[in-house]
């Protein structure tokens, strides 16, 4: 089946450590999201990426750094810079990036609850 | 100002209602996108659309570009219609509403 993944489904970190989230998706898409999810806030981006080897801040990337060395995985770090990461974090793909590039619905991961202790 | 405006922010009613959620957005858009997230966190696309009306099963999605302004329709509700509905649109960006909480209660 077709589809994305996240894991773990819950993480606990220690202050002042670094984690790393993984995703990774057999859709073939082009395009990979991490986006961050809040009480009461619409999900907020993070990162993004169109290619492989290619990838560009969002709206709230500070504390935070991906990678994208294969089509298929998308991993984000965590960093202790990050001052409040407790939250939901969700991974999504999209075959193209943006409109006019053809079609772009988002496909989400199930996401991955992270608490720091 | 959000984007996207969703109302209302909760929703609670009984089983077989007729319910509607609404979306109003503020920016040029290619299409606009009704999610579904269940209490476990994973989101779903129900619907991508950019003129008219959809519908899949009991939800219908329709949407007035003049107006910037889309409708979440769902029908007969039941209780496993419980979730989070979220409404999207991508213009340059994707741009995200915070969620409508919808409990259909028995």
Known sequence: ?117 | KNEVEQSPQNLTAQEGEFITINCSYSVGISALHWLQQHPGGGIVSLFMLSSGKKKHGRLIATINIQEKHSSLHITASHPRDSAVYICAVTGNQFYFGTGTSLTVIP
């Open chain 1, 1 to 117: 089946d077709g589809g994305i993944t996240q894991s773990p489904k819950y993480l606990f970190r220690k202050e002042g450590q670094n984690v790393t989230l993984s995703c990774e998706q057999n859709l073939n898409h082009d395009a990979m999201y991490w986006y961050r999810q809040d009480p009461g806030q619409g999900l907020r981006l993070i990162y993004y990426s169109q290619i492989v080897n290619d990838f560009q801040k969002g709206d709230i990337a500070e504390g935070y750094s991906v990678s994208r060395e294969k089509k298929e995985s998308f991993p984000l770090t965590v960093t202790s810079a990050q001052k409040n990461p407790t939250a939901f974090y969700l991974c999504a793909s999209s075959q193209n990036l943006y409109p006019g590039q053809g079609y772009n619905e988002q496909f989400f991961g199930p996401g991955t609850r992270l608490t720091v202790l």
